[in-house]
C-alpha cells in the first residue's frame, strides 16, 4: 500500500533552491564572485540528496564567512534534510527566529517535530505562519502539530482559513490524509485534479486516498492512466494489492456460486501472478518486494483453487528464501492445502503458528480444530473447539455497532463441538448438543447435517438420509449434503439414491474431498468382492470338532448387475480328525444375490466336491423394517452346521432358521434366533439363541462391550454316534475391549481381546464352567481389505468332561477391480 506522503508546496526543497540560488546570486552581486561557485554546487548537491559534501561547503563558506547568516540559513534547511535534526535545531538557537527566512523556519518546525519537541515545533511554525501566512507547507505542518498536541479543532480552523486557492486545496487534502480522513482527502484532491487534471500532486493524492480505502482498483488504473505520478516500485505494489483483492474477491464469490463457471474468477486473478511466479521460479533472489506479496497472496489462490501441491510447493519456496517472513495468513492457507493433502500434522502446526501471529480468523481457528481432529489428537481438538465456542456471541452488534444480528460462527462452533463428542464415540452427548441447536436454529442446515452424521453414526442410516434430503429440499445446490447422502444410503443398499447423488455432488463441486470420497466409495462398491473365514483349532478330549480341525469358508462376488444383483460363487471346506477317522466336508455353489434398501435375498445351489456330499441349496433373507427392527430366515438343503462327527458316521442335514433383532443405537442391541436341524438319521435338533449387547464404555480409541447370551438346545435321538445332549442350556457373559492403535483417514489397526465366562448345562451331567479368551488383531486398509486375524482358548464340557481347544481365526475381505 502507498505512504501517506504530506503536501509539499513550491516552498518545499525546490523552493529552497530556488531562495538559494538567488541568494547566491545577489551575493556575487555585492561581494563578488570568489565564492559564488561553491555556493551553486553546494545547492546543487543538496537538491540531488548528497547532504555530507553540500554540508561541508557550507560550513566552509560560513566559517570563511561567519557574518553572513544566510550560510546558517542553508545550512539549518540541509541539516534537516540529511535528519540530522539535532544539529539543525542547535544551530537554529544561535539565531534569532523573528528574523529567519520562512524555509528555515519551516525546517527547524520539521526537526523539532521528528524530535517529538512539539511545543518548540508550534513555536518555529506558528512563527512563519505569522509572517508568511500564504505559505500552506508550513499552515500544514502547524496544523499537524496541533493536532498530535490534542488541539485539534483549532487545526481545522487553521486549515480552513484564507482565501481558496488551488495550494490551499492541496493542503487541506494532505491535511485530511494525515487525520486518516480518506474519503475527504479523495474529495479534494479531485477538486484539484477537475481544476487541473495534468497536476501531480493532486493524482498523485487521489491514488493515495483510494488505496487507503481499499479502492486499489480505482487507484491503479489511475496510476496507470498517468506514468510518472508514482514510482514504478509503488506502481507494482498497488497492482500486488489489486491482484490480492482480486483473489480474496474470487474467493468469497466462488463460495458463493454453485455452478461450474464458480473458478473462473479465481483463475483470472491467480494469472495476474503468472509473471511474478516465472521470475521468481528463474531468479528467486532478485524478486522485488511487490511481487513477493504477489506470490504470498498466490499461495492463497492456489490453496482455494485445489491446486493444493502447488501451493505447498511455493510456500516451501517462499519459506526457504534468506531473512524471509511468511505472514500467517499464508501460513494459514498452506495449512488448508496440507490438510487437503492428508498431512495434518503439518497443517497443525502451520494453522498454531497463523493463530499466534495474529490470524485468528475463523477459518484458520476452525482449520485448526480439523486437523487436530485428522490428526487424532482428540484431547486437543475438543478442547481447542470447546474454547472458541465460548468466544463466540449468540449475536453480533450492541452499543458501538447498532445492527444487532445472528452470529453465524456461534452456531458453526458449537455445532463442531458436537461433532467432536461423535468422532470421540459419544454420540449420547453429540445428539443431545445437536437438538439443543436444532432447537436454536431449525432450518439451519449445517446442524442439520451434523445431526444426520450423528443418526448415521448411531446406526440409523434411513434417519439420517431423511435428513440430507430435507436438507437437499431447501438447498439442492449443497455438494455436501448430496455427498453425505449418497454415503448414508450405501448402508442400507439405496444404490441408485447413492449413484444419483453422488453424480449430483460430482457436478457441483468435484474438488472437494467428501465429494471425492462419495465417488470412491460408490466406486468401491461396484467392485469384485471376496469374503473368506477361515479357523485351524487342536482340541483335547472328546471334542464333536475332533482332535485337530480346519475350516474355509470363502465366497467371491462378481460386480453388481443392475445396481442390486450380484451373482457369485461359493465354496465350503472342512476337516475334522476323530479317533475313528477324519471327517470332510467339501462344497461348492453357485447363486446370486439381490439387495435393495435393506432387503437381502440370497440363493444357491451346491454340490459335494470328491463324492463328500450330496446335490443342496441355500436361500435366505433378511430385512431391516426401519433403523430399528430387522428380521431374518434361512432354509438349507445340505447344511454345512452339520458338526463334522455326524458326516463321518455319514448322515447329512437340512436346516431352517428364524430370527429377529431390535438395535436401538449403536451401544445397545437385543437378538432373538431359533433353528430346527432335520438330520438323515431322523434326529431332530431344535435351538434358540439370545443376546443383549450393551457398550459400557466408549472413546476415539477404546470400546468396552458386554454381551449377555443364553443358549439352549434339544435333540429327538438320543442314541446318535455323535455329540447329541438331549438337552443343553448354556448361559454366557463376554467383554470385549477394542483399542484403536493406529488411525490414518480410511487405514487403522486394532487390537481386540474378548474374555467370556459360562456355564454350560447338559441333561444328565449337570452345570459346568465354561470360558473363551481370544485376541485379535484388525487391519483396514482403504476401504477395498480388511484382515482379521486372532488367537484363542475355549474351555467346554461335552458329556460331562471339560474339554479345551486352542484355535486360530482369520477373516479377509477384499475387493478389487
Same mark, same amino acid.
Given at each position: ?91 537554529? &538557537? ?9 524555509? =528555515?523556519?519551516? !525546517? ?102 483510494? !488505496? ?25 505494489? *498497488?497492482?500486488?494489492?489489486?491482484? &490480492? ?115 485468528? $480468523? ?33 449475536? *453480533? ?90 454415503? =448414508? ?16 455432488? *460430482? ?183 439370545? $443376546? ?77 464352567? $465354561? ?12 476401504? =477395498?481389505? $480388511? ?31
Amino acid at each position: 500500500m502507498l505512504s501517506v506522503s504530506a503536501y509539499r508546496s513550491p516552498s518545499g526543497k525546490a523552493g529552497l533552491a530556488r531562495r538559494c540560488l538567488c541568494a547566491a546570486v545577489a551575493a556575487a552581486l555585492c561581494a563578488g564572485t570568489a565564492h559564488a561557485g561553491d555556493y551553486e554546487r553546494a545547492i546543487e548537491q543538496a537538491r540531488r540528496g548528497e547532504y555530507k559534501s553540500a554540508l561541508e561547503i557550507l560550513e566552509r563558506l560560513h566559517a570563511a564567512d561567519p557574518a553572513d547568516v544566510r550560510y546558517t540559513h542553508d545550512e539549518i534547511a540541509v541539516l534537516s534534510w540529511a535528519g540530522e535534526h539535532e544539529r539543525a535545531l542547535a544551530l537554529m &538557537g544561535q539565531i534569532p527566529a523573528s528574523l529567519a527566512p520562512y524555509y =528555515v523556519l519551516e !525546517a527547524a518546525g520539521t526537526s523539532a517535530r521528528r524530535l517529538g519537541r512539539l511545543a518548540q515545533a508550534e513555536e518555529f511554525l506558528r512563527e512563519a505562519v505569522r509572517r508568511f501566512p500564504d505559505e500552506m507547507q508550513g499552515r500544514l505542518l502547524l496544523a499537524e502539530t496541533l493536532v498530535d498536541l490534542g488541539r485539534g479543532a483549532e487545526a481545522d480552523a487553521l486549515m480552513q482559513a484564507g482565501a481558496p486557492s488551488i495550494e490551499r486545496s492541496l493542503a487541506q487534502a494532505s491535511f485530511a490524509e494525515y487525520r486518516s480522513d480518506f474519503l475527504g482527502a479523495l474529495a479534494r484532491y479531485g477538486e484539484v485534479a477537475n481544476a487541473r487534471p495534468d497536476d501531480q500532486r493532486a493524482l498523485a493524492g487521489e491514488i493515495r486516498a483510494a !488505496a487507503h480505502l481499499g479502492a486499489v482498483h480505482v487507484a491503479s488504473d489511475i496510476a496507470r492512466d498517468h506514468p510518472g505520478v508514482i514510482s514504478k516500485e509503488e506502481l507494482d505494489g *498497488l497492482l500486488a494489492d489489486r491482484a &490480492g483483492l482480486d483473489i480474496r474477491w474470487a474467493i468469497a464469490r466462488e463460495k458463493l456460486n454453485p455452478h461450474a463457471d464458480r473458478f473462473d474468477d479465481l483463475d483470472a486473478a491467480i494469472r495476474e501472478s503468472d509473471a511474478a511466479a516465472v521470475h521468481f521460479k528463474s531468479a528467486p533472489a532478485d524478486i522485488s518486494p511487490a511481487e513477493r506479496r504477489l506470490l504470498f497472496d498466490r499461495v492463497v489462490a492456489l490453496s482455494a483453487r485445489y491446486r493444493m501441491n502447488e501451493a505447498v510447493q511455493l510456500f516451501h519456496d517462499l519459506s526457504a528464501q534468506p531473512g524471509a517472513a511468511v505472514p500467517g495468513y499464508v501460513k494459514a492457507a498452506a495449512g488448508h492445502a496440507y490438510l487437503y493433502l492428508r498431512q495434518p500434522e503439518e497443517a497443525a502446526e502451520l494453522f498454531r503458528t497463523a493463530i499466534a501471529e495474529g490470524d485468528t $480468523t475463523f477459518r484458520t481457528e476452525m482449520g485448526l480444530f480439523y486437523a487436530l481432529e485428522d490428526a487424532d489428537r482428540d484431547p486437543e481438538a475438543i478442547e481447542h473447539i470447546d474454547h472458541l465456542a465460548a468466544s463466540e456471541p449468540k449475536q *453480533l452488534g450492541g452499543e458501538q455497532d447498532p445492527a444487532v444480528r445472528e452470529n453465524s460462527d456461534y452456531v458453526s462452533t458449537r455445532t463442531a463441538a458436537a461433532l467432536a463428542r461423535s468422532w470421540d464415540n459419544r454420540q449420547d452427548d453429540a445428539e443431545q448438543r445437536l437438538q439443543v441447536l436444532t432447537d436454536e436454529a431449525p432450518n439451519n442446515s449445517e446442524v442439520r447435517s451434523a445431526l444426520a452424521g450423528v443418526m448415521r453414526a448411531r446406526g440409523w442410516p434411513r434417519q439420517a438420509s431423511g435428513e440430507y434430503a430435507e436438507i437437499l429440499a431447501n438447498d439442492p445446490d449443497d455438494a455436501g449434503a448430496h455427498a453425505e447422502r449418497s454415503q =448414508v444410503s450405501l448402508d442400507f443398499d439405496d444404490f441408485r439414491t447413492a449413484e444419483a447423488e453422488m453424480k449430483a455432488a *460430482l457436478a457441483q463441486r468435484p474438488e472437494d474431498s467428501e465429494v471425492q470420497r462419495a465417488k470412491r466409495m460408490w466406486s468401491i462398491q461396484n467392485m469384485m468382492e471376496l469374503d473368506t473365514d477361515a479357523t485351524m483349532g487342536r482340541s483335547s478330549g472328546n471334542s464333536p470338532s475332533g482332535s485337530r480341525d480346519y475350516q474355509i469358508d470363502s465366497t467371491l462376488y462378481a460386480a453388481p448387475i443392475d445396481y442390486n444383483w450380484r451373482p457369485f460363487v461359493h465354496a465350503f471346506w472342512a476337516e475334522g480328525q476323530f479317533p475313528s477317522g477324519t471327517a470332510r466336508n467339501e462344497r461348492a455353489a453357485g447363486g446370486l444375490e439381490y439387495r435393495d434398501r435393506g432387503l437381502v435375498v440370497s440363493g444357491e445351489v451346491s454340490g459335494g466336491c470328491c463324492g463328500t456330499g450330496k446335490p443342496g441349496g441355500a436361500l435366505s433373507t433378511q430385512w431391516w423394517a426401519n433403523d430399528y427392527w430387522h428380521m431374518d430366515a434361512s432354509a438349507e438343503l445340505q447344511t454345512n452346521q452339520l458338526p463334522l462327527q455326524a458326516r463321518l458316521a455319514g448322515y447329512d442335514a437340512d436346516r431352517i432358521s428364524a430370527g429377529t433383532g431390535y438395535r436401538f443405537s449403536e451401544s445397545r442391541a437385543v437378538k432373538l434366533n431359533a433353528s430346527v436341524m432335520h438330520i438323515s438319521d431322523g434326529n431332530i435338533r431344535d435351538s434358540v439363541y439370545a $443376546t443383549w449387547d450393551e457398550r459400557l464404555f466408549a472413546s476415539a480409541r477404546l470400546k468396552l462391550d458386554f454381551e449377555a447370551g443364553v443358549y439352549a438346545s434339544t435333540n429327538s435321538r438320543h442314541d446318535a454316534p455323535y455329540f447329541n445332549p438331549r438337552s443343553d442350556f448354556s448361559p454366557s457373559g463376554t467383554l470385549s475391549l477394542e483399542w484403536l492403535t493406529w488411525h490414518r483417514y480410511d487405514r487403522s489397526f486394532t487390537q481386540k481381546l474378548s474374555g467370556s465366562l459360562g456355564t454350560y448345562d447338559e441333561a444328565g451331567f449337570g452345570a459346568i464352567r $465354561t470360558s473363551e479368551i481370544l485376541y485379535e488383531h484388525i487391519w483396514d486398509i482403504d476401504n =477395498v481389505f $480388511t484382515l482379521r486375524y486372532g488367537a484363542g482358548r475355549v474351555l467346554h464340557a461335552y458329556d460331562g468332561s471339560q474339554t479345551g481347544r486352542n484355535f486360530l481365526n482369520l477373516a479377509l475381505v477384499a475387493r478389487f477391480w
